[in-house]
């Protein structure tokens, strides 16, 4: 599995971006995907996660104001950043479950004070 993911950039606080990440390769082996991210000096965490059914699940810092959502016929990712804080700012990486894990390359979002 490929996962290339893209969308990043920079924000001002309180706007929006939306992350998109496509996969390729053995897609139809991907149960859930999920975002990522690490800002400089700290562990990867859990942004968000979607089962191939739907099921969804968020950070806490993140609740109400990101949304994962998942096109399966498009085999595509996407997270849905609005009311971003400069606290958001990290690299964002997509990964994708297969009973193993696959990551994409990350793509940086900034958001300034």
């Known amino acids: 599995v490929q996962l290339q993911a893209c969308g990043g950039g920079l924000v001002q606080a309180g706007g929006s971006l939306r992350l998109s990440c496509v996969a390729s390769g053995r897609i139809f082996e991907i149960n859930a995907m999920g975002w990522y991210r690490q800002a400089p000096g700290k562990q990867r965490e859990l942004v968000a996660s979607?089962?191939?059914?739907?099921?969804?699940n968020y950070a806490d810092s993140v609740e109400g104001r990101f949304t994962i959502s998942r096109a399966n016929a498009r085999n595509t990712l996407y997270l849905q950043m609005n009311s971003l804080k400069p606290e958001d700012t990290a690299v964002y990486y997509c990964?994708?479950?297969?009973?193993?894990?696959?990551w994409g390359q990350g793509t940086l979002v900034t958001v300034s004070s």
């Open positions: 990964k994708a479950d297969t009973g193993w894990p696959y």
């Open positions: 979607i089962t191939r059914s739907g099921v969804t």
